[in-house]
Protein backbone atom coordinates (compact mmCIF):
# COMPACT_ATOMS: atom_id res chain seq x y z
CA UNK A 1 0.00 0.00 0.00
CA UNK A 2 2.59 2.58 0.37
CA UNK A 3 3.39 2.16 -3.29
CA UNK A 4 0.47 3.68 -4.23
CA UNK A 5 1.58 7.13 -5.14
CA UNK A 6 -0.95 10.25 -4.67
CA UNK A 7 -1.06 13.94 -3.87
CA UNK A 8 -1.77 15.22 -0.80
CA UNK A 9 -4.52 18.35 -0.38
CA UNK A 10 -4.84 20.95 1.91
CA UNK A 11 -8.01 21.35 4.13
CA UNK A 12 -10.67 22.23 2.12
CA UNK A 13 -12.68 25.04 4.09
CA UNK A 14 -16.36 25.65 3.10
CA UNK A 15 -17.71 29.52 3.16
CA UNK A 16 -20.73 31.34 2.04
CA UNK A 17 -23.83 29.75 1.12
CA UNK A 18 -27.75 30.41 1.42
CA UNK A 19 -29.62 29.81 5.01
CA UNK A 20 -32.35 27.84 4.56
CA UNK A 21 -35.73 28.31 5.74
CA UNK A 22 -37.44 25.07 7.28
CA UNK A 23 -40.56 23.94 4.66
CA UNK A 24 -43.80 24.66 5.26
CA UNK A 25 -46.40 22.15 7.12
CA UNK A 26 -47.92 21.11 3.71
CA UNK A 27 -45.16 21.69 1.00
CA UNK A 28 -45.57 21.20 -2.30
CA UNK A 29 -44.06 17.62 -3.53
CA UNK A 30 -40.34 17.72 -3.92
CA UNK A 31 -39.76 16.19 -7.64
CA UNK A 32 -36.29 16.98 -7.85
CA UNK A 33 -34.54 13.28 -8.07
CA UNK A 34 -30.92 14.77 -7.55
CA UNK A 35 -30.20 14.20 -3.99
CA UNK A 36 -26.93 15.00 -4.05
CA UNK A 37 -26.95 18.09 -7.30
CA UNK A 38 -24.14 17.72 -9.26
CA UNK A 39 -22.91 14.91 -6.74
CA UNK A 40 -26.01 12.48 -7.69
CA UNK A 41 -25.33 9.17 -8.79
CA UNK A 42 -27.85 6.68 -10.93
CA UNK A 43 -27.93 3.57 -9.56
CA UNK A 44 -30.23 2.11 -7.24
CA UNK A 45 -28.25 -1.52 -7.14
CA UNK A 46 -26.03 -2.69 -3.83
CA UNK A 47 -23.06 -0.48 -5.40
CA UNK A 48 -25.57 2.61 -5.15
CA UNK A 49 -23.08 4.28 -1.98
CA UNK A 50 -19.76 3.30 -3.40
CA UNK A 51 -20.15 5.41 -6.84
CA UNK A 52 -17.58 8.63 -6.95
CA UNK A 53 -19.57 11.79 -8.29
CA UNK A 54 -20.12 12.30 -11.50
CA UNK A 55 -18.99 15.64 -11.80
CA UNK A 56 -14.94 14.88 -10.84
CA UNK A 57 -12.45 16.03 -12.78
CA UNK A 58 -9.78 13.20 -13.96
CA UNK A 59 -7.90 14.44 -11.50
CA UNK A 60 -10.04 14.46 -8.68
CA UNK A 61 -11.24 11.12 -9.30
CA UNK A 62 -7.61 9.39 -9.81
CA UNK A 63 -6.98 10.95 -5.92
CA UNK A 64 -10.73 9.13 -5.72
CA UNK A 65 -9.44 5.72 -6.96
CA UNK A 66 -6.24 5.42 -5.04
CA UNK A 67 -7.93 5.81 -1.64
CA UNK A 68 -10.47 3.67 -2.31
CA UNK A 69 -7.70 1.34 -2.59
CA UNK A 70 -6.30 2.20 0.74
CA UNK A 71 -10.02 1.94 2.11
CA UNK A 72 -10.53 -1.31 0.84
CA UNK A 73 -7.22 -3.10 1.87
CA UNK A 74 -6.51 -5.17 4.55
CA UNK A 75 -4.20 -4.02 7.83
CA UNK A 76 -1.59 -6.83 9.39
CA UNK A 77 0.53 -6.04 12.25
CA UNK A 78 4.03 -4.74 11.69
CA UNK A 79 6.66 -5.01 10.67
CA UNK A 80 5.13 -6.06 6.89
CA UNK A 81 5.98 -5.41 3.43
CA UNK A 82 2.40 -4.32 2.16
CA UNK A 83 -0.54 -2.56 5.04
CA UNK A 84 1.70 -2.46 7.75
CA UNK A 85 0.10 -1.25 11.11
CA UNK A 86 -2.66 -3.23 12.57
CA UNK A 87 -3.66 -3.47 16.05
CA UNK A 88 -1.90 -4.18 18.84
CA UNK A 89 -5.71 -4.10 19.92
CA UNK A 90 -8.33 -3.63 16.65
CA UNK A 91 -12.25 -3.93 15.99
CA UNK A 92 -11.38 -4.12 12.29
CA UNK A 93 -8.67 -5.00 9.94
CA UNK A 94 -10.22 -2.59 7.02
CA UNK A 95 -12.25 0.81 6.68
CA UNK A 96 -14.70 -1.21 4.23
CA UNK A 97 -14.90 -4.25 7.00
CA UNK A 98 -16.73 -2.04 9.30
CA UNK A 99 -18.26 0.26 6.08
CA UNK A 100 -20.03 -2.53 3.86
CA UNK A 101 -20.33 -0.71 0.36
CA UNK A 102 -20.14 2.36 2.16
CA UNK A 103 -23.39 1.70 3.89
CA UNK A 104 -24.79 1.30 7.57
CA UNK A 105 -23.71 -1.09 9.73
CA UNK A 106 -25.91 -3.84 12.03
CA UNK A 107 -25.90 -5.20 15.50
CA UNK A 108 -24.67 -8.67 15.38
CA UNK A 109 -26.88 -12.19 14.67
CA UNK A 110 -26.66 -14.58 16.84
CA UNK A 111 -23.08 -16.37 17.03
CA UNK A 112 -21.71 -13.56 14.96
CA UNK A 113 -19.04 -10.71 15.99
CA UNK A 114 -19.60 -7.25 16.26
CA UNK A 115 -18.21 -6.78 13.00
CA UNK A 116 -19.47 -2.98 11.55
CA UNK A 117 -20.40 -2.49 15.53
CA UNK A 118 -18.37 -0.13 17.94
CA UNK A 119 -18.41 1.01 21.86
CA UNK A 120 -17.41 4.30 23.00
CA UNK A 121 -16.38 4.64 26.61
CA UNK A 122 -15.38 7.41 28.81
CA UNK A 123 -15.66 8.51 32.60
CA UNK A 124 -17.66 10.93 33.88
CA UNK A 125 -15.87 14.17 33.17
CA UNK A 126 -13.74 15.88 30.48
CA UNK A 127 -10.58 15.89 28.35
CA UNK A 128 -7.98 19.24 28.14
CA UNK A 129 -10.19 19.89 25.06
CA UNK A 130 -13.51 19.06 26.24
CA UNK A 131 -14.14 16.02 24.51
CA UNK A 132 -15.13 12.70 26.64
CA UNK A 133 -12.23 11.67 29.32
CA UNK A 134 -10.51 8.63 28.09
CA UNK A 135 -10.54 5.44 30.35
CA UNK A 136 -7.15 4.38 31.78
CA UNK A 137 -6.23 1.21 29.71
CA UNK A 138 -8.62 1.59 27.51
CA UNK A 139 -8.99 4.53 25.92
CA UNK A 140 -12.39 6.18 24.56
CA UNK A 141 -13.24 3.04 22.62
CA UNK A 142 -13.33 -1.16 23.81
CA UNK A 143 -11.00 -2.73 20.61
CA UNK A 144 -12.83 -6.62 20.52
CA UNK A 145 -10.19 -7.99 18.83
CA UNK A 146 -6.31 -8.18 19.41
CA UNK A 147 -3.08 -9.49 17.42
CA UNK A 148 -1.51 -12.95 18.40
CA UNK A 149 -0.21 -13.05 22.31
CA UNK A 150 -3.14 -10.39 23.50
CA UNK A 151 -6.19 -10.32 24.35
CA UNK A 152 -9.02 -8.22 23.35
CA UNK A 153 -9.93 -5.14 25.71
CA UNK A 154 -13.48 -7.09 26.73
CA UNK A 155 -16.17 -9.27 25.10
CA UNK A 156 -19.26 -7.46 24.28
CA UNK A 157 -22.60 -9.35 24.37
CA UNK A 158 -26.29 -7.92 23.07
CA UNK A 159 -29.68 -9.79 24.03
CA UNK A 160 -32.95 -8.01 23.32
CA UNK A 161 -36.71 -7.76 25.55
CA UNK A 162 -39.99 -7.06 24.00
CA UNK A 163 -41.80 -3.59 24.07
CA UNK A 164 -45.50 -3.52 22.98
CA UNK A 165 -47.62 -0.83 22.09
CA UNK A 166 -50.63 -0.12 19.48
CA UNK A 167 -51.00 2.11 16.86
CA UNK A 168 -54.25 4.18 17.11
CA UNK A 169 -56.30 2.01 14.96
CA UNK A 170 -55.55 -0.62 17.10
CA UNK A 171 -52.40 -2.68 15.07
CA UNK A 172 -49.89 -3.85 17.87
CA UNK A 173 -46.10 -3.15 17.03
CA UNK A 174 -43.39 -4.62 19.24
CA UNK A 175 -39.78 -2.39 19.76
CA UNK A 176 -37.08 -4.31 21.05
CA UNK A 177 -34.93 -2.78 23.63
CA UNK A 178 -31.24 -4.04 23.92
CA UNK A 179 -29.12 -5.04 26.53
CA UNK A 180 -25.89 -5.01 26.29
CA UNK A 181 -23.14 -6.61 28.45
CA UNK A 182 -19.25 -6.58 29.27
CA UNK A 183 -17.62 -9.05 30.72
CA UNK A 184 -13.82 -10.41 30.50
CA UNK A 185 -11.99 -7.27 30.68
CA UNK A 186 -8.24 -7.54 30.04
CA UNK A 187 -7.60 -5.27 33.16
CA UNK A 188 -10.15 -3.96 35.55
CA UNK A 189 -12.84 -1.10 34.15
CA UNK A 190 -13.27 1.36 36.66
CA UNK A 191 -16.13 2.00 38.25
CA UNK A 192 -18.53 4.81 36.78
CA UNK A 193 -18.18 3.99 32.81
CA UNK A 194 -20.02 5.42 30.53
CA UNK A 195 -20.62 3.32 27.23
CA UNK A 196 -22.40 4.40 23.93
CA UNK A 197 -22.67 1.16 21.23
CA UNK A 198 -22.69 2.70 17.65
CA UNK A 199 -22.99 1.00 14.22
CA UNK A 200 -21.34 1.85 11.42
CA UNK A 201 -22.98 4.88 9.90
CA UNK A 202 -23.10 5.34 5.97
CA UNK A 203 -19.77 7.20 4.15
CA UNK A 204 -21.83 8.75 0.98
CA UNK A 205 -22.12 11.96 0.44
CA UNK A 206 -20.09 13.24 3.85
CA UNK A 207 -18.49 16.35 0.96
CA UNK A 208 -21.06 17.63 0.69
CA UNK A 209 -22.17 17.74 4.25
CA UNK A 210 -18.91 19.07 4.89
CA UNK A 211 -19.55 21.88 2.50
CA UNK A 212 -22.71 23.37 4.32
CA UNK A 213 -21.36 26.21 5.93
CA UNK A 214 -21.04 26.71 9.34
CA UNK A 215 -23.88 29.64 9.00
CA UNK A 216 -26.12 27.76 7.44
CA UNK A 217 -26.03 25.51 10.40
CA UNK A 218 -26.52 28.11 13.05
CA UNK A 219 -29.53 29.52 11.61
CA UNK A 220 -31.85 26.21 11.92
CA UNK A 221 -30.47 25.45 15.45
CA UNK A 222 -32.80 29.23 15.91
CA UNK A 223 -35.23 29.21 12.94
CA UNK A 224 -38.48 30.72 14.57
CA UNK A 225 -40.26 27.80 13.83
CA UNK A 226 -38.37 25.08 15.26
CA UNK A 227 -37.74 27.18 18.51
CA UNK A 228 -42.35 27.32 18.82
CA UNK A 229 -42.33 23.86 18.39
CA UNK A 230 -39.86 22.72 20.90
CA UNK A 231 -37.87 20.52 18.83
CA UNK A 232 -34.83 23.19 17.37
CA UNK A 233 -31.26 21.80 18.45
CA UNK A 234 -27.90 22.93 18.60
CA UNK A 235 -24.28 22.82 17.13
CA UNK A 236 -21.81 20.57 18.84
CA UNK A 237 -18.64 22.00 18.97
CA UNK A 238 -15.76 20.07 18.88
CA UNK A 239 -11.62 19.83 19.08
CA UNK A 240 -10.24 19.99 15.49
CA UNK A 241 -7.18 18.13 15.35
CA UNK A 242 -6.19 18.81 11.87
CA UNK A 243 -6.18 22.80 12.96
CA UNK A 244 -5.58 22.88 16.69
CA UNK A 245 -8.79 24.87 17.44
CA UNK A 246 -12.30 24.46 18.49
CA UNK A 247 -14.62 23.99 15.30
CA UNK A 248 -18.30 23.34 14.36
CA UNK A 249 -19.04 19.37 14.48
CA UNK A 250 -20.51 17.83 12.05
CA UNK A 251 -19.40 14.24 12.02
CA UNK A 252 -20.34 11.22 13.80
CA UNK A 253 -23.57 9.81 15.40
CA UNK A 254 -23.09 12.95 18.05
CA UNK A 255 -21.80 15.54 15.63
CA UNK A 256 -18.40 15.01 17.56
CA UNK A 257 -16.02 15.58 14.65
CA UNK A 258 -15.32 18.56 12.87
CA UNK A 259 -13.68 17.79 9.46
CA UNK A 260 -13.58 14.70 7.32
CA UNK A 261 -9.70 14.95 7.86
CA UNK A 262 -9.76 14.30 11.59
CA UNK A 263 -13.01 11.87 10.97
CA UNK A 264 -10.43 9.73 8.98
CA UNK A 265 -7.41 9.88 10.90
CA UNK A 266 -9.31 9.01 14.39
CA UNK A 267 -11.54 5.99 12.71
CA UNK A 268 -7.79 4.53 11.12
CA UNK A 269 -6.52 5.09 14.96
CA UNK A 270 -9.75 3.74 17.64
CA UNK A 271 -10.92 1.29 14.84
CA UNK A 272 -7.62 -0.58 13.41
CA UNK A 273 -4.76 0.68 15.95
CA UNK A 274 -3.39 3.01 12.80
CA UNK A 275 -1.60 5.92 13.08
CA UNK A 276 -0.95 8.87 11.90
CA UNK A 277 0.35 12.29 12.23
CA UNK A 278 -3.12 13.77 13.95
CA UNK A 279 -3.07 10.54 15.84
CA UNK A 280 0.53 9.36 16.55
CA UNK A 281 0.11 7.27 19.80
CA UNK A 282 -1.48 3.46 19.83
CA UNK A 283 -4.89 3.22 21.18
CA UNK A 284 -2.80 0.47 23.83
CA UNK A 285 -0.47 0.97 26.59
CA UNK A 286 0.74 -2.24 26.84
CA UNK A 287 4.41 -2.99 28.09
CA UNK A 288 5.11 -4.31 24.49
CA UNK A 289 6.85 -2.57 21.33
CA UNK A 290 4.29 -2.31 19.55
CA UNK A 291 2.39 0.21 21.63
CA UNK A 292 5.81 2.51 21.96
CA UNK A 293 5.84 5.54 20.33
CA UNK A 294 7.31 5.27 16.68
CA UNK A 295 6.61 6.60 12.92
CA UNK A 296 3.16 6.81 11.92
CA UNK A 297 1.62 3.98 10.34
CA UNK A 298 0.18 5.79 7.44
CA UNK A 299 1.57 8.78 5.35
CA UNK A 300 -0.26 11.96 5.36
CA UNK A 301 -0.29 11.23 1.34
CA UNK A 302 -2.16 7.97 2.20
CA UNK A 303 -4.25 9.49 4.75
CA UNK A 304 -5.72 12.30 2.70
CA UNK A 305 -5.99 10.01 -0.51
CA UNK A 306 -8.48 8.06 1.91
CA UNK A 307 -10.41 11.45 3.19
CA UNK A 308 -10.79 12.44 -0.58
CA UNK A 309 -12.24 8.70 -1.61
CA UNK A 310 -14.89 9.10 1.36
CA UNK A 311 -15.28 13.33 0.12
CA UNK A 312 -16.13 12.61 -3.12
CA UNK A 313 -18.60 9.74 -3.02
CA UNK A 314 -22.00 10.53 -4.80
CA UNK A 315 -25.24 10.29 -3.44
CA UNK A 316 -27.83 8.01 -5.08
CA UNK A 317 -30.67 9.78 -7.02
CA UNK A 318 -34.23 9.13 -5.62
CA UNK A 319 -36.34 7.07 -7.13
CA UNK A 320 -40.36 7.16 -7.67
CA UNK A 321 -40.98 10.95 -7.04
CA UNK A 322 -43.76 11.13 -9.55
CA UNK A 323 -45.61 8.41 -7.44
CA UNK A 324 -49.02 9.64 -5.86
CA UNK A 325 -48.39 7.41 -2.61
CA UNK A 326 -44.80 8.77 -2.55
CA UNK A 327 -46.02 12.33 -2.59
CA UNK A 328 -48.25 11.95 0.15
CA UNK A 329 -46.36 10.56 2.19
CA UNK A 330 -43.97 13.08 1.65
CA UNK A 331 -46.17 15.71 2.72
CA UNK A 332 -47.34 13.52 5.94
CA UNK A 333 -43.73 13.81 6.93
CA UNK A 334 -43.93 17.47 7.33
CA UNK A 335 -47.38 17.88 8.34
CA UNK A 336 -46.52 15.82 11.58
CA UNK A 337 -43.38 17.85 12.06
CA UNK A 338 -40.33 15.05 11.11
CA UNK A 339 -39.06 17.88 8.61
CA UNK A 340 -38.12 19.88 11.71
CA UNK A 341 -35.07 18.15 11.82
CA UNK A 342 -35.04 16.25 8.71
CA UNK A 343 -34.28 19.49 6.84
CA UNK A 344 -34.50 18.44 3.09
CA UNK A 345 -32.88 20.94 1.33
CA UNK A 346 -29.42 22.59 1.98
CA UNK A 347 -27.03 24.82 0.03
CA UNK A 348 -23.71 24.21 -0.01
CA UNK A 349 -20.72 26.79 -0.04
CA UNK A 350 -17.49 27.54 -2.21
CA UNK A 351 -15.32 24.98 -1.22
CA UNK A 352 -11.61 25.71 -2.53
CA UNK A 353 -9.98 23.15 -4.56
CA UNK A 354 -13.18 21.10 -4.56
CA UNK A 355 -15.81 22.17 -7.53
CA UNK A 356 -17.28 19.06 -7.26
CA UNK A 357 -19.12 20.04 -3.70
CA UNK A 358 -19.45 23.73 -4.13
CA UNK A 359 -22.69 25.79 -4.79
CA UNK A 360 -24.57 22.51 -4.84
CA UNK A 361 -28.60 22.19 -3.62
CA UNK A 362 -28.60 19.26 -2.00
CA UNK A 363 -31.65 17.47 0.07
CA UNK A 364 -29.89 15.36 2.75
CA UNK A 365 -32.96 15.90 4.96
CA UNK A 366 -30.47 16.95 8.06
CA UNK A 367 -30.17 19.90 10.12
CA UNK A 368 -26.68 18.29 11.17
CA UNK A 369 -27.79 19.53 15.28
CA UNK A 370 -28.31 17.88 18.27
CA UNK A 371 -31.41 17.25 19.33
CA UNK A 372 -32.77 15.49 22.48
CA UNK A 373 -34.15 12.00 21.77
CA UNK A 374 -35.69 11.11 25.22
CA UNK A 375 -34.38 8.42 27.94
CA UNK A 376 -35.50 5.76 25.59
CA UNK A 377 -32.16 6.33 22.91
CA UNK A 378 -30.59 7.95 25.61
CA UNK A 379 -26.85 6.41 26.10
CA UNK A 380 -25.76 8.26 28.85
CA UNK A 381 -22.74 9.55 27.75
CA UNK A 382 -22.08 13.14 26.84
CA UNK A 383 -19.60 13.95 23.89
CA UNK A 384 -17.79 17.34 23.92
CA UNK A 385 -21.49 19.59 24.05
CA UNK A 386 -23.52 16.06 23.13
CA UNK A 387 -25.50 15.16 26.41
CA UNK A 388 -26.34 11.67 27.42
CA UNK A 389 -29.49 11.98 25.94
CA UNK A 390 -28.63 14.30 22.50
CA UNK A 391 -28.05 12.72 18.72
CA UNK A 392 -27.13 14.51 15.42
CA UNK A 393 -30.05 14.09 12.76
CA UNK A 394 -29.10 11.77 10.98
CA UNK A 395 -29.03 12.34 6.92
CA UNK A 396 -31.70 10.17 5.30
CA UNK A 397 -30.94 9.96 1.97
CA UNK A 398 -30.08 6.69 0.53
CA UNK A 399 -32.07 5.68 3.55
CA UNK A 400 -34.36 3.62 1.11
CA UNK A 401 -31.10 1.55 -0.33
CA UNK A 402 -30.36 -0.05 2.58
CA UNK A 403 -31.93 -3.44 1.91
CA UNK A 404 -30.19 -3.19 -1.32
CA UNK A 405 -26.32 -2.06 -0.27
CA UNK A 406 -26.48 -3.72 2.92
CA UNK A 407 -28.79 -6.86 3.18
CA UNK A 408 -30.67 -5.47 6.32
CA UNK A 409 -33.42 -2.65 7.68
CA UNK A 410 -31.26 -1.94 10.95
CA UNK A 411 -31.51 1.68 12.07
CA UNK A 412 -30.79 4.00 14.55
CA UNK A 413 -27.22 4.95 16.36
CA UNK A 414 -26.99 1.26 17.69
CA UNK A 415 -29.66 -0.78 15.10
CA UNK A 416 -32.10 -1.74 17.57
CA UNK A 417 -34.99 -0.45 15.03
CA UNK A 418 -35.90 -3.34 12.53
CA UNK A 419 -37.64 -1.21 10.28
CA UNK A 420 -37.78 3.05 9.64
CA UNK A 421 -41.50 2.16 11.52
CA UNK A 422 -39.49 1.36 14.58
CA UNK A 423 -37.04 3.88 13.80
CA UNK A 424 -39.93 6.47 13.92
CA UNK A 425 -41.50 4.92 16.99
CA UNK A 426 -38.57 5.18 19.27
CA UNK A 427 -38.11 8.83 18.70
CA UNK A 428 -38.64 10.43 22.00
CA UNK A 429 -37.83 14.00 23.45
CA UNK A 430 -37.98 16.50 21.06
CA UNK A 431 -38.89 13.57 18.54
CA UNK A 432 -41.94 12.33 20.95
CA UNK A 433 -44.21 14.86 19.33
CA UNK A 434 -43.72 13.23 15.49
CA UNK A 435 -43.79 9.73 16.50
CA UNK A 436 -47.10 10.39 18.32
CA UNK A 437 -48.28 11.65 15.57
CA UNK A 438 -47.26 9.13 13.48
CA UNK A 439 -49.04 6.80 15.41
CA UNK A 440 -52.24 8.18 15.04
CA UNK A 441 -51.91 8.11 11.53
CA UNK A 442 -53.89 5.52 9.65
CA UNK A 443 -52.31 2.54 8.30
CA UNK A 444 -52.46 3.79 4.66
CA UNK A 445 -50.80 6.94 5.63
CA UNK A 446 -48.16 5.23 7.56
CA UNK A 447 -47.76 3.51 4.50
CA UNK A 448 -47.52 6.18 2.37
CA UNK A 449 -44.97 7.66 4.99
CA UNK A 450 -42.76 4.64 4.46
CA UNK A 451 -42.64 4.89 0.93
CA UNK A 452 -41.67 8.29 0.70
CA UNK A 453 -38.29 7.81 3.55
CA UNK A 454 -37.79 4.44 0.48
CA UNK A 455 -38.12 7.12 -2.32
CA UNK A 456 -35.29 8.47 -0.79
Given at each position: ??????????????????????????????????????????????????????????????????????????????????????????????????????????????????????????????????????????????????????????????????????????????????????????????????????????????????????????????DPDAVDAGVAGHPNYVWDAA?????????????????????????????????????????????????????????????????????????????????????????????????????????????????????????????????????????????????????RTPPLWGIGLTAIVNGHTNF????????????????????????????RLSKSDRQALIAFLNSL
Amino acid sequence: MRRIAVTALALLAACGGDVPSRPPSSPPPTTDARSGGGMTVDDATSKAFSRPGPNLSAERLALHTAGDAVFEATFVPAPAEVNPGLGPRFDNVSCAGCHTGDGRGRPPAAGEAFNSMLFRVSLPGSDAHGGPMPVPGFGTQLALRASVGLTPMAVVTVTYTDSSGTFADGEPYTLRVPHYAITDPYRELPAGVLVSPRVAPPNFGLGLLEAVPDATITALASDPDAVDAGVAGHPNYVWDAAGQHVALGRFGLKANTATLLDQTAAAFNADMGITTSLFPTEPCDDDIPACADHAPDLSDDLLHAVTEYVRTLGVPARRKVDDATVQHGEQLFAGIGCARCHVPTLQTGVVAGAPEVSNQRIHPYTDLLLHDMGPGLADGRPDYLATGREWRTPPLWGIGLTAIVNGHTNFLHDGRARNLTEAILWHGGQGAAAADAFRRLSKSDRQALIAFLNSL
